[in-house]
């Protein structure tokens, strides 16, 4: 064999010879191979090939940083930090991020855009932007520069090397085709991949919604190109058991054309600028839909836009079984 014992066990995946792929994964992992037993902790964290198992999944990782796994150590400090396998502790992520951020130069940009943010020793804000509100029917509020610059290309960039097409399984013939509503690109920030930057975004848009943090989808990040366009919707999911009641949009950049947000029921038009998020309530105070809450992201023109969403639900949710 001529390749390392992960690659080898992924093809042997790829062709459905699942156990033993686990066998030369475990074997390699007690001697001592790193990439073994990294590959061993995103299959339990994925639940793909063996069954979720979060707690194993940590104690995997723990090895792997041990042996000086740099995305293990990465990932275990995001999963400290949201309590994945274990109870969330902000400030034990912290002091793994600043070990971290000494020795790797991407905990170290983590590490300085949260050092300039306003946050307590629990991660959560200490101040936010005073919001204006922008239409009563439907409910919709604007926090004026939630995010600064530097934290919107921060998300843009954990984004980008994962954004897809837009597409859905056509329940007809249950292949996947492209997404009749929207168009764009997108990806969702799950918590695997939910570094402290991304956490503490997340607190803040929980704070400027009102709600906790565990209530949110993780975030997802939308690309609109020339043409693309998120048409006319509700947010709802019909006959959801824990149905989205607000929804944060945090429009990452400026500079391109179209791409306003639009509610036809409030004759309201929102022109993106970079940094300003939109809270809207999705259900009526009588936990009703709200058709009022119907809305559009309108096409692009020229540029990319760039957009944060995250999907707030009416009760806590597992990150790990929603994607
Ligand atoms: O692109 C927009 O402005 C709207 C996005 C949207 O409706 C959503 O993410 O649910
Ligand atoms: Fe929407």
Request: aromatic share 4%; charged share 20%; with cysteine.
């Amino acid at each position: 064999m001529t390749h390392s014992p992960a690659a080898n066990a992924l093809h042997l995946v790829s062709i459905g010879r699942a156990s033993e792929a686990l066998a030369i994964l475990r074997s390699a992992g007690d001697r001592g191979d790193v990439d073994a037993i990294m590959q061993l902790a995103v299959w339990h964290l994925a639940g793909d090939v063996v069954a979720r198992d979060l707690v194993q999944a940590r104690a995997l990782l723990a090895r792997a940083v041990s042996i000086g796994h740099v995305d293990a150590a990465l990932m275990e400090i995001a999963l400290t930090a949201n309590g994945s396998g274990g109870t969330p502790d902000w400030p034990g992520a912290v002091s793994l991020l600043r070990t971290a951020a000494r020795a790797d130069p991407v905990a170290l940009g983590q590490l300085t855009l949260l050092d300039a943010m306003a946050i307590d020793a629990a991660g959560a804000p200490t101040a936010l932007p005073v919001p204006e509100t922008l239409s009563e029917t439907p409910d919709v509020i604007r926090f004026p520069r939630l995010l600064t610059a530097a934290e919107c290309a921060h998300l843009a960039g954990v984004a980008a090397a994962m954004l897809e097409p837009a597409r859905v399984i056509d329940p007809r013939t249950g292949r996947w085709i492209a997404h009749p509503i929207r168009t764009s690109d997108g990806t969702a920030i799950g918590p695997a991949r939910e570094d402290l930057v991304v956490r503490a975004i997340n607190r803040r848009i929980a704070a400027a919604s009102g709600t906790d943090i565990g209530q949110g989808e993780p975030l997802t990040v939308l690309r609109y190109r020339p043409g693309q366009q998120y048409r006319l919707h509700l947010d709802t999911i019909q006959d959801a058991a824990n149905q989205r009641v607000a929804t944060v949009l945090v429009y990452l950049n400026e500079g391109y054309g179209g791409g306003e947000t639009h509610f036809p029921a409030g004759n309201l038009t929102i022109t993106p600028r970079g940094g300003d998020a939109i809270v809207f309530r999705t259900l009526t105070t009588d936990g009703a839909i709200d058709q009022s809450s119907r809305h559009a992201g309108l096409p692009v023109t020229h540029g990319a836009k760039w957009l944060a969403t995250r999907w707030i639900r009416a009760d806590p949710i597992d990150p790990w079984t929603i994607s």
